[in-house]
């Protein structure tokens, strides 16, 4: 590979919503970009999280320089204590988003060997081959930045999560000059967020929000509770500001919100005025319309502080009408069903909800199609790169990039794994590396592979049937009749005597076979056909048949 | 019970969408309205579908006069094979209502013993105490009605799932003269569709999406591939309009799709120029931009034709660069993750891909909050409950309702199973009636209950593991190390070690517990303790464990 190529591999990200993490490649060097999870479809049963497979990097540890985050998602730190003990390198972000990787990596036990670097937009870090500078932009969440990455190749800019919102409530707007100034020296290649590239016009400006939270706050005759992502400090900001202007106090609820909004007021993120917060035993001596409560629950979590209110089951907060509830937030894909369940048990109390369906009480963190249009329009890349979605997502930002005049010769759709090497003037997809979903259950990475899940889907549709068949070890012959156990597969009061049927059955047809029956394969398979019929004929169920012979 | 108390019980539908039924009951009379099914939420593992719970209507059979149906959608009447067998009553209904109605009976093996009574607008069926009369309203399905009942206690108005389209491209108008003139001489309850209760404003016409089907069509480069609900025989109209305009011909695919559009056709539901449809095979030789496919798969079901399509597993259908597919649909709650993935799939394939987000090609087919307010004002009625919707639905409707001047104590927000008692000047919540989900799986209708899909859930997270366990006969020993067989916990070979491990763990603990070890349940509770501790304390997870002891 000549010294100046450059090869771009996303390992995660692409195609997929989730797990972000890419890497820059030339030579001798590394450099990746963010490290994230992704929570488990409907599909995974029982995983707990998913995380990009890092065996290429895990190969070429030696040419690793270091771990560059964009913002403090999980989607993009979640899997650093899964990956950071395999790679041992330094991580370099911005102050707020190392703050969230230290509670990260203390959770999993890997922030002592951890090598964290401050990193402020316009510095410039050298890492190998590549330089690298952060410049600011707007996301849902504080210090969120994108990357300038100088390389023998040419400049590429990573654009992060971004929407640019020229009136946000915390940090800056997003560097829109350096960015030009960028696109007139020329840019190698742009890689941008395609998050929300089906969505026409312009995402609406944090302020919007803070606007329809003052008229809740004055028009809400009760005490307010409102719920959002912990991580979206800015809007924690907006409660604040707006409960100050009406004379409320503040309550903070639920160990999340807690503690991320512990530390980014000792970070300077957030800033409330003296005597606004209280302690939630206080809130019991105002009067409601003195009172707002700031709560997880925003998805639906069971365990939230939100949830448990709307199911009667919070210690310190019951739901009475003359309350009203802000859902200030949309709900991650899959979890629509579990946030509406809340909704409904709220209103099942009395209260008021406003939800974004009903009230402007969210708006998002990621560009629409003309903020992504004006991106590529400043940075006038030679190539470009969808990244950060799935592949509809790509796909339609590709199309955006072509209908502003990139030649689609040097647009690329890739998805994970897909090598794109560029050289000094030309560009191509040039093989893959290994990629895909890393499944975490409990404490063991990667163990769970296709035969487990299988097996948890079928189990989870029509239960198991084990069939315990007792055999006398010298002639082979059955032992009494056969045992039946089942669990998830019929109910087994009602269905007596189908099961005791078909212990005579098995029983019937095993002593047909007579001396072969010592062979385990041939009663195996047996049992499992026999049973199989049997229950199928019966019920239209196929639960799984597990037969274990005992040799008495 | 005075003669001419009402009393009005929705058996679904209200708090939980689908599987929509109610019953209107007066002396010894009863009227059951519609008769759906559900499909099971994603928490209920292996379930099929999911129906009302009639055990009151079974208990009063002798009072049931008759079931109208309002409309042939599955939650409407979806669950009259499994219903009728048990009421054997009359069924009335529009003439393509019965026409759906017949095939599912078939399906059902129901058809022979019904009793089906077309009706058409306007006309009036006296059954008891009860007279009824159907006006048209518009949905996404043709001959959708609404119903007016006379009872002895006044004027019952139930909507049926409706939007107010002016121009609609199947069937009539909604009958607004007929509401206004009932409005004018006094409406005592109104039942009114809140599905979009939380959408501002009108849903728009059907018609718009003939112009935008008209702009596809004239500007795809090749062939089109439109798909939507099979029941949407106004879309499936504009398309083969459309085609007609542009000189493509329509060829379709998919059995129900097929299916539907046969019997469309038949009853003069849909309209078709000769030689415009054809058979599939005649597609090959028409050039790509003389071709239009209308196909199942608009919910990404996985043995759909377009899904087929999507993973290259179509025979008669390959996806080609060039291609232009329609989706025209939204995906039902719970489906987005399918639909999604189909899009991805198409698009990976160089499609060009139109769905909802990037393009108005499809509208709904009930009313928004502007509608429900034109019905309100023009019924005028006395009493309102909101149907046909979650909670939050229903509750927003009832708001707007009080907005719109209707006392507050004169609006019913139900839940399923809740009795709402009517007479001349009174209306309250008079008690419940047993209600909620009967699930139907595989042959079984109703055998499912909590500890089936709770040991299903259990099995689905982390698997089983059997232990079986060799006591001796006599002496109550332990004869050998206890077996260990698992499916769905662990990778097997990768935790042969811990496996082995935790048979010997529990020889040792069982051969402590000596000479009691014959108690079964002891041995049981030991077992289950022993091995959940351990595999809890190795992997985090938590297997059911299904202890089995053989008496050798």
Excluded at 27 to 41: H, K, N, Q, T
Excluded at 230 to 239: F, G, N, P, T, Y
Excluded at 425 to 438: E, K, Q, T
Aim: charged share 25%; with cysteine.
């Amino acid at each position: 590979m000549a010294k100046t190529k450059l090869r771009i591999i996303p390992l995660g990200g692409l195609s997929e919503i989730g797990k972000n993490m890419m890497l820059l490649e030339c030579g001798d060097d590394i450099l990746v970009i963010d490290a994230g999870l992704m929570f488990p479809a409907e599909e995974m049963l029982g995983i707990d999280l998913v995380i990009p497979d890092i065996s290429y990097l895990v190969e070429n540890r030696h040419k690793v320089r270091g771990i560059v985050i964009t913002h403090g998602h999980e989607d993009h730190i979640g899997a650093l204590p899964y990956v950071l003990p395999q790679l041992k390198v330094p991580i370099y972000a911005t102050k707020l988003t190392l703050g969230l990787i230290r509670v990260k990596l203390k959770e999993g036990k890997a922030l002592s060997e951890a090598k964290l670097k401050e990193v402020s937009p316009g510095e410039q870090v050298t890492l190998g081959k590549f330089r690298f500078e952060f410049f600011p932009v707007c996301h849902s969440i504080p210090d969120a930045v994108g990357l300038i990455i100088h390389t023998p190749a040419g400049v590429v800019v990573h654009s992060g999560d971004f929407k640019l919102d020229y009136t946000p409530v915390s940090g800056k707007p997003t560097d829109l000059s350096r960015l030009a100034q960028l696109g007139a020296q020329g840019v190698l290649l742009l890689l941008s967020d395609s998050t929300y590239a089906e969505l026409p016009g312009y995402t609406p400006s944090e302020r919007v929000v803070g606007e329809v939270l003052d008229h809740v706050m004055a028009d809400a005759p009760g005490r307010l509770i409102v719920t959002t992502f912990a991580s979206l400090v800015s809007r924690i900001q907006q409660v604040i500001d707006a409960a100050a202007k009406h004379g409320r106090r503040v309550f903070i609820i639920g160990r999340s919100m807690s503690d991320t909004a512990r530390m980014a007021l000792e970070l300077g993120y957030l800033h409330a005025p003296d005597g606004i917060l209280g302690r939630i035993d206080e809130a019991k001596r105002l009067p409601p319309n003195k009172v707002v409560f700031i709560t997880t629950g925003s998805q639906g979590e069971p365990t939230s502080a939100l949830v448990r209110m709307a199911n009667r089951d919070h210690r310190q907060v019951h739901i009475q009408p003359g309350d009203t509830i802000v859902i200030s937030a949309t709900p991650i894909p899959g979890n629509e069903g579990v946030v509406n369940r809340t909704v409904d048990n709220l209103f099942k109390q009395g209260a008021q909800v406003l939800y974004d369906k009903v009230a402007q009480v969210h708006v998002h963190g990621h560009g629409s199609q003309e903020e992504l249009k004006l991106l590529l329009n400043l940075v006038k890349p030679k190539f470009f790169m969808p990244i950060h979605g799935e592949y509809r997502h790509l796909s339609l930002h590709a199309k955006l990039a072509q209908s502003m005049g990139v030649p689609k010769e040097n647009i690329f759709v890739l998805e994970d794994g897909d090598i794109l090497e560029i050289g000094p003037r030309l560009a191509r997809i040039a093989g893959r590396v290994s990629s895909g979903n890393v499944y975490v259950d409990g404490l063991s990475v990667g163990d769970i592979g296709g035969v487990v899940l299988r097996n948890r889907r079928m189990l989870s549709k029509d239960g198991i049937v084990v069939a315990i068949i007792a055999v006398n070890r010298q002639t082979g012959k059955l032992v009494g009749r056969p045992d039946i156990v089942t669990r998830g597969f019929v109910d087994t009061r009602k269905f007596k005597d189908m099961i005791e049927e078909s212990r005579d059955l098995l029983a019937r047809t095993l002593d047909h076979s007579g001396a072969r029956a010592v062979e385990w394969s041939f009663i195996n398979a047996k049992v499992r056909d026999t049973l199989d019929k049997f229950y199928y004929e019966r019920t239209k169920r196929r639960p799984m048949i597990l037969p274990f012979m005992v040799k008495v």
